[in-house]
């Protein structure tokens, strides 16, 4: 995996936080996790990128944003993910039916 380490479950978040060479972490975590997991990153001095949403409750989601506003020399940045939305789905199933999947790239044509 292009010498980045596979790390799962708890022990695997211990490691990455405990490691002083890991600079960023991204965080792909069902939502009722995901806010407490990105404030124990940000707290051991990680960047970190996370999956929508930010948290289950705005209430979490504030305390994410104060935990990150409490680090303002880390990064805390939120991404979307298109991976299970359903016209990515039927793409992909559509293109492996003409042969095997090598990419495939989706513009939503905004602003274009």
């Known amino acids: 995996m292009g010498g980045v380490p596979a790390l799962a479950g ?10 002083a060479s890991t600079d960023a972490v991204l965080l792909i975590l069902p939502a009722q996790v995901l806010d407490a997991v990105a404030i124990r990153c940000l707290a051991a001095g990680k960047h970190v990128l996370q999956e929508k949403p930010v948290a289950a409750t705005v209430a979490r989601a504030a305390a994410v944003r104060a935990a990150a506003a409490a680090t303002p020399s880390l990064v805390l940045a939120v991404a979307e993910n298109y991976r299970s939305e359903p016209g990515v789905l039927a793409a992909a199933a559509a293109a492996t039916s003409i042969g095997a999947l090598t990419g495939l790239r989706c513009d939503e044509g905004g602003g274009r």
């Open 10 to 19: 708890e022990v695997g978040l211990q490691s990455i936080l405990a490691d």
